[in-house]
C-alpha cells in the first residue's frame, strides 16, 4: 500500500487503479473510426483475438478490414511508425501484406489513452485466406523461406525517417529474472539459466556485423504469420516485431515454432534452402544459426515468464515449464553452452 501512496494510488473515490492490459470497447471503437477515417454507412466492429496486440474485424461500406490495436508500450511512436512505413514498402515491393490504411487527414495510424497507457491503433488491408495450418511439409517450407528471402531482398532499398530495432537482446536481458524467478528453487537449472542468458548476451554483441549483415527483418517469421490467399498467394502479416536485426536471425523464429509443433528437421532444412534461392546465406551466417535458435528459445521462455507474473497463468506454458526449459538445455548445447 505505501508503494501505492507514493505514486499517487490511494482508497478515495474516483482513482483509477493501474491495470496492466484492457480491452477497448468494440462499439466505441467503430464510433472513433468514423470520425478518423470519413467512414460512410454502418460501422461494426469485432474484437477477433487478443495478444500482444487485439485484433478487430471492421465491416463497412468499403469492405472489410482489420484494426490492430497495440499492446501499451510495446513500440513507441516512432517504431509504430517504423512499421506501417515497412509494411507498405513491401506491399510497393509486390509482397502481400496487411497495408496500413491512410486516415482521414493521411496519417497511418492513430492513438487513444487506455486504463493502462497510450495504446497506437491502425486500420489495415483485410487478407482473404487461411493462416497456414500446423502440418507444414518441406514443400511448404521451400515456399515459405523463399518468401522470407524474397521480403530480405525487397528490404534492401527501404528507407524511413523512422527507427526501430528488433532487439531481442536487451529484451532477453529485461525479461530473463522474470524466469529465474520462476525456477528459484531449481537451484541447477536457475545456474544454467544464469550461465547460459550471459553466454548468450555475450556472442551476440561479439558477432562480426560484416559478415552477419543487418537490415530490416520481419522479426516473427513463423507459419502462424502466413496466409494462404483464395489467389493461392501466400502473404506474411504481424510486423509487430519487425526492425533491423541481423537478416540470418530472422529465420530463427521458423526453427521455434517448427521445434515447439514437433516437426522434422527435414523441414528447418527446406526452409533454410528456399531461403537461399532468394538470398545467399554466408559462412559466418550458417554457423551462427545454433546461436540465433538458442535465442529464440530463451526470448520466448522469459516472455512467457513475464506474463505469468503480469497477467497470470499462461495456457500451456505454467503448467509445463519443463518443456521450455528442455528446449532451451537442447539447443544451447547445439550452440556450444553447457
Not at 70 to 84: C, I, L, P, V
Request: net charge negative; proline share 4%.
Amino acid at each position: 500500500m505505501n508503494t501505492l501512496r507514493q505514486q499517487g494510488f490511494h482508497d478515495g473515490v474516483g482513482v483509477t487503479f493501474p491495470v496492466s492490459q484492457s480491452v477497448l470497447d468494440a462499439d466505441a471503437l467503430g464510433a472513433e473510426l468514423v470520425r478518423r477515417y470519413g467512414l460512410s454507412g454502418e460501422v461494426r466492429c469485432k474484437l477477433l483475438s487478443r495478444g500482444m496486440n487485439d485484433i478487430y474485424r471492421i465491416e463497412h461500406a468499403d469492405g472489410p478490414h482489420a484494426l490492430k490495436v497495440a499492446r501499451s508500450g510495446k513500440s513507441n511512436d516512432d517504431e509504430f511508425a517504423y512499421e506501417q512505413d515497412y509494411v507498405n514498402h513491401l506491399s510497393a515491393a509486390g509482397i502481400e501484406v496487411p497495408t496500413a490504411i491512410p486516415l482521414a487527414d493521411g496519417s497511418l495510424f492513430f492513438s487513444v489513452d487506455a486504463p493502462e497507457g497510450k495504446r497506437q491503433i491502425v486500420m489495415m488491408r483485410w487478407l482473404d485466406g487461411q493462416p497456414y495450418d500446423v502440418t507444414v511439409d518441406e514443400d511448404d517450407a521451400q515456399k515459405l523461406g523463399a518468401l522470407l528471402g524474397e521480403i530480405h531482398h525487397a528490404s534492401e532499398n527501404f528507407t524511413t525517417s523512422h527507427k526501430k530495432t528488433v532487439a531481442s537482446e536487451p529484451k532477453l536481458a529485461e525479461r530473463l529474472p522474470y524466469l529465474l524467478d520462476l525456477i528459484r528453487e531449481r537451484p541447477d537449472d536457475l545456474a544454467y539459466l544464469e550461465r547460459a542468458g550471459a553466454d548468450v548476451l555475450e556472442r551476440m554483441a561479439a558477432l562480426d556485423s560484416v559478415a552477419v549483415p543487418s537490415g530490416a527483418c520481419h522479426g516473427d517469421m513463423q507459419c502462424a504469420n502466413v496466409m494462404q490467399l483464395k489467389s493461392g498467394a501466400l502473404a506474411v502479416f504481424d510486423f509487430s516485431d519487425c526492425g533491423i536485426d541481423p537478416l540470418a536471425k530472422d529465420i530463427a523464429a521458423f526453427y521455434w515454432r517448427n521445434d515447439f509443433e514437433g516437426r522434422p528437421e527435414s523441414v528447418n532444412q527446406a526452409f533454410v534452402a528456399g531461403y537461399e534461392s532468394a538470398r545467399s546465406l554466408s559462412a559466418e551466417e550458417k554457423a551462427a544459426q545454433p546461436l540465433f535458435r538458442l535465442l529464440r528459445h530463451f526470448l520466448i521462455t522469459s516472455t512467457m515468464a513475464q506474463y505469468v507474473n503480469r497477467i497470470g497463468p499462461v495456457p500451456g506454458f505454467d503448467k509445463n515449464i519443463d518443456y521450455y526449459l528442455d528446449m532451451i538445455r537442447r539447443y544451447g548445447e547445439q550452440a556450444g553452452v553447457t
